[in-house]
């Protein structure tokens, strides 16, 4: 046996803890009395019907200029992530309000949460598969 290698039923138990362990953060983040909030993904069509649905909120994109230049979601507004610590008194008013958060693919809009919620911000939604799946939906892009 290789010294790194672990039987089937040891990794099935590590798994199934690591599994158990996430679940039971998460409900303890969700009550209705606690200040944190979890973010929530959805797919294009879900995330399409919340944010018209939503009053007040923040269409966020945080890809590069390039890419927001090639086409990006009507009503969105810009904040590369890598920039987006630095310029959060821009979106300031929004902390208390949701803000749909979207990329390219759905990984730099989850560190973009990542730092949203670290700030304050306590509504966000994140759009699962990035702009790439928006278009895939046939969802409206300028």
């Known amino acids: 046996m290789k010294p790194w290698s672990l039987s089937a039923s040891a990794l099935a138990f590590l798994v199934l803890f690591s599994l158990t362990s996430c679940l039971s953060e998460r409900k303890e983040g969700s009550g209705a009395e606690s200040q944190d909030s979890a973010v ?19 269409l966020l994109d945080v890809r590069t200029p390039e890419e927001y230049a090639d086409g990006h979601i009507p009503g969105s507004y810009l904040i590369p992530v890598q920039e987006l610590e630095q310029r959060l008194d821009e979106i ?40 790439r799946e928006w278009q895939a939906a046939g969802l409206p892009v300028e």
Do not use: P
């Open 40 to 58: 929530i993904s959805l797919d294009a069509a879900d995330f399409n019907e919340a944010w018209m649905d939503s009053e007040d909120a923040l």
């Open 92 to 131: 300031d008013r929004y902390r208390d309000k949701q803000v749909f958060v979207y990329c390219r693919s759905g990984n730099r809009s989850m560190t973009a949460a990542g730092i949203l919620q670290e700030n304050g911000f306590t509504d966000i939604v994140n759009l699962a598969g990035g702009i």
